[in-house]
C-alpha cells in the first residue's frame, strides 16, 4: 500500500509534471476512469479524486483505462506503433479474449507484441488484456453500483460491452440473474494489496489477490462446479472475513473463524486440512505434507493440491516451501509470501 505521505507526493510531482517521477508510479482519476503518467499534459484532478499505483498493471486491474493524451502504456517520447495498435484494438473489444488468429488480422507477430509489452511495461500483452477485462468486472464488484452506473463510468456507449466484459468473466449478465444460484462477490483492501471474496451468506468459496495469475480462470471454474452467477455485493460471510483480514494484518489474529466452504478432492481436502494445522509462524516442506498424510511418495500431489487452494491466507499455502528451505512458489507472488512469514513470525502476534 502506498503511504499517505508518498501519496502527497506523487500528487505534487503531478501538479508540477515532473519527468523524474516517470516509471514510478500512475495516476488512477476517478472522475474521468483513465489512468495517467506523472507528466501527463491534461488538466491536474483534485487529490481526493486520485489513486496512485506503482504499476500499470495494477491501474489496470482497478478498472482505469490508459489515458489517450499521454498514453501511459508508451514509453516516454517513443511510441511504439505495435504497443499503440494493440492498446487500441483492446479498448474496441475490452471483452476479448485473444487468440493467435487475432495477431494475425493485425500483421501483428504474436512473440514481438510479447516482448514490446514486456520490456516496457513488466507484463505481456495477454497479461495487459487479461487485466483490461478483470478491471471491468472487478470494478463492479468494488463499487457495487448499479449496471448503468458502471457501465457509463467504465466509457461504454451502449450497455452491450460493459455486459458482455462482466459476463465473460462472472458468467451472466448482472441483470439477468437467476436469485437461485447467487453467489456474492467483494473487492477487499489489505495491506497487500486488494483481494476478491466470492461467498453465499453461509460461507466464503474464494479469497484471492486480484492480480494473481489465472484468477480469472479460478473465477471461471467456481461458478461452473457451483452453477451459480456470480454478481456483486456484501454477504455475512464476506463481511466476517473482512473484519478477520483487518485483524491480521493488525497483528491481532492469526487464524480465521468464518466458514469456509472447500471446492475440491478429498485428497485435496485432506491436504487444506494439514496446511490449516500449520501453526503460524512456522512452516513445513511438502515432503512434510505428504508424510502426514501417509502418502511419503505424493509429493507432487501434494504440491498440485497445494496451489489449487483457492482461500488465500486463510488456507495457509504460504506457509508451505521447499525442502531445501527455499520459499517456492506461491500464486499471490513470492514478494507476498515472504511478507507473511515475516509477519506471522514477529513476537507481538499471539499465540492461538
Known amino acids: 500500500m502506498i503511504s499517505t505521505d508518498l501519496k502527497e507526493q506523487y500528487y505534487q ?20 476512469g483513465v489512468f495517467c503518467r506523472p507528466t501527463c499534459p491534461a488538466r491536474k484532478p483534485k487529490f ?17 483505462r490508459p489515458c489517450q493524451r499521454c498514453r501511459p502504456l508508451s514509453h516516454p517520447n517513443q511510441v511504439s506503433d505495435v504497443v499503440r495498435v494493440l492498446v487500441e484494438a483492446v479498448e474496441k473489444e475490452p471483452e476479448k479474449r485473444w487468440k493467435e488468429q487475432d495477431f494475425k488480422a493485425l500483421s501483428i507477430d504474436e512473440s514481438t507484441a510479447r516482448r514490446q509489452f514486456k520490456k516496457r511495461f513488466g507484463m505481456t500483452f495477454v497479461e495487459y488484456a487479461r487485466a ?25 456507449e451502449s450497455s452491450s460491452g460493459f455486459r458482455d466484459a462482466f459476463s465473460r468473466i462472472m458468467g451472466a449478465a448482472p441483470t439477468q440473474v437467476d436469485e437461485g444460484n447467487v453467489l456474492k462477490a467483494s473487492w477487499i483492501d489489505t495491506r497487500l494489496g486488494p483481494m476478491m471474496a466470492v461467498a453465499d451468506e453461509e460461507a466464503l468459496y474464494l479469497l484471492e489477490f486480484v492480480d494473481r495469475r489465472g484468477l480469472e480462470r479460478e473465477v471461471e471454474r467456481l461458478r461452473k462446479r457451483t452453477k451459480s452467477a456470480i454478481v456483486p455485493g456484501s454477504t455475512a460471510a464476506i463481511q466476517s472475513i473482512e473484519r478477520e483480514l483487518n485483524e491480521y494484518f493488525e497483528g491481532m489474529r492469526t487464524s480465521f473463524d468464518t466458514p469456509l466452504f472447500c471446492l475440491g478432492t478429498p485428497f485435496q481436502k485432506r491436504v487444506w486440512e494439514q496446511l490449516i494445522a500449520i501453526p503460524a509462524g512456522e ?12 502418502k511419503p511418495t505424493a509429493c507432487r500431489a501434494v504440491a ?49
Open 13 to 32: 510531482a503531478l501538479v508540477a509534471k515532473n519527468s523524474e517521477f516517470e516509471g514510478l508510479f500512475y495516476v488512477g482519476v476517478r472522475t474521468t
Open 132 to 156: 483490461r477485462r478483470m478491471g471491468l468486472a472487478l470494478k463492479n464488484i468494488r463499487s457495487g453500483r448499479t449496471v448503468i452506473d458502471s457501465q457509463l463510468s467504465t466509457g461504454y
Open 48 to 64: 481526493e479524486n486520485c489513486e496512485f499505483y506503482e504499476t500499470a498493471q495494477q491501474a489496470l486491474l482497478a478498472s482505469y
Open 304 to 352: 498440485q493440491a497445494n496451489g489449487a487452494n483457492q482461500l488465500a491466507i486463510v488456507i495457509p499455502c504460504h506457509r508451505v516451501i521447499n525442502a531445501s528451505g527455499e520459499l517456492g512458489g506461491y500464486g499471490g507472488g513470492l514478494t507476498r509470501k515472504n511478507w507473511l512469514l515475516i509477519h506471522e513470525k514477529q513476537d507481538s502476534l499471539p499465540n492461538e
Open 283 to 294: 512452516t513445513r516442506s511438502y515432503q512434510d505434507i505428504a508424510i502426514a498424510l501417509g
